[in-house]
């Protein structure tokens, strides 16, 4: 039974779902929704998902939700045939670092992202938050130091992983939001290590096919 991976355009917790799908190249039929249409409040996707959010994914009758916890199940249904295509490692302590990893991007560097989301993407510029946008900034600045360590020369954790897919949506949500706020400053953040692991993700095979639709306009 194929995969069916409900999503929409742009989302952080989809696009991280939709790069493992692809670089585990798994079946998947796309079930694209639309935000501005509010596709996840209708009846027809809550009785996929109760909570009304994307990703979601169905296998056979059993449906599936939360980013974190999709990615360990695709990883444990199809599992790798070589490291390389694994979402997570073998080892029990590799992969409890990697799940650490994704805990404390998604916590501190992922939400503060977010948290500048909710000012620059679902407020009127005149009621944006100058104060609290320098504040998430500067949230997200100290938390790119402790990922520019994990990724310096390699991947977030010792081989690609779920982490590396949970970490680059929120990275090139941040270098977007410029569009919005040129004078952010997110991207002078991204030091020659970050940039360098950017472009290793970028030039994976999965990344082209994964990319948000409506970014590509
Ligand atoms: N913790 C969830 C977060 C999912 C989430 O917040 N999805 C948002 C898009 S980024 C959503 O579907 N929102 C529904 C809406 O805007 O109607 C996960 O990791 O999957």
Request: glycine share 6%; with cysteine.
């Amino acid at each position: 039974m194929t995969i069916q991976f409900y999503c929409g355009s742009g989302s952080p917790y989809v696009w991280r779902v939709w790069l493992a799908l692809e670089h585990k190249q798994i079946p998947y039929e796309l079930k694209m929704l639309s935000f501005s249409e509010k596709d996840m409040s209708k009846p027809a996707f809550l009785a996929v998902n109760p909570r009304g959010k994307v990703p979601a994914i169905t296998d056979g009758d059993f449906a599936l939700w939360e980013s974190a916890a999709i990615m360990e199940y695709l990883d444990e249904r199809f599992p790798p045939a070589t490291p390389q295509t694994a979402l997570f490692p073998k080892d029990l302590k590799q992969r409890a670092t990697v799940r650490r990893k994704i805990r404390e991007i998604d916590e501190y560097f992922g939400n503060a992202i977010e948290r500048i989301v909710g000012q620059l993407l679902f407020k009127k510029e005149a009621d944006w938050d100058q104060r609290k946008i320098a504040q998430f900034v500067n949230t997200a600045a100290k938390e790119l130091e402790v990922i520019e360590a994990w990724v310096d020369g390699g991947f977030v954790d010792e081989q690609i992983s779920a982490a590396d897919f949970t970490l680059y949506p929120y990275v090139a949500m941040g270098v977007r939001l410029e569009r919005r706020k040129p004078d952010l400053g997110f991207s002078p953040l991204l030091t020659p290590a970050i940039k360098s692991w950017m472009r290793k993700i970028e030039g994976l095979p999965c990344f082209d096919k994964a990319y948000p639709p409506h970014w590509k306009e």
